[in-house]
């Protein structure tokens, strides 16, 4: 067998068969790991939808919406709306985790109050900003646990900027990007009129979660029977 010339020709062609090899080899491993991989989000996602919705029986998730970019998994009791799982992320955020972006499963009652979360993706470094996974639900210490609490409410930035909640010890970066997360979830399901319509029939005495249409601004108030922030009607009695 005649020994093969070395040339560039020979060497191209070489190089050649070789990615041609290797690149049919990886795509047989995509094709026999995709579908496992698939399903094991799946379950994953399945599972953190379960946990963070309010543990009541008979409740069903009835549709999928998606405000923002974000998925909304919106759970019923019957005909009535009792929370919202909301899928939401540190894409776009303005304050970026430390180690790429991570994914969260936001749930929601139906006033707004945060039931519960699940860390969904991450790679934040262990010991300091994987700890995002329980350190904001901490029933022992208040001041960084998010459980039970509403953004229209508390202020969901870290005490180092002013806000109400302990950031993550020698990761404030990382919790940040976990608060922003969380309130652009909120920020998803208040503008589903759902929660205007439930909370507004549930209570009198207290705004219905969602942010004012016009602002909050008493001049452009129309009077809707939303009561988000009912700044006409202080006005209004100001005026008196």
Known sequence: MAKLVSSFKNMALSLT?????????????????KEPIDNAKKEKQESAISKVLPQIEGIKIAEVDTIDGLILHKAYVGDKWVGTAVETSTKGNKNMPFSGEFKLMVGFDHEGNVVEYEVLEQSETPGLGAQM???????????????DKNPATTNFTVSKDGGEIDAITASTITSRAFLEAVVKAYNAIAKEDVVITNATEETTDKPAVGKCPNGNDPTTCPGCPYKYCQQKDKEVSNEK
């Open 17 to 33: 068969c070789i990615t041609v090899v290797a690149a049919a080899a990886l795509a047989g491993v995509y094709s026999l790991t």
């Open 133 to 147: 996974a329980s350190w904001f639900k901490n029933a022992d210490k208040p001041t960084q646990n998010i459980i």
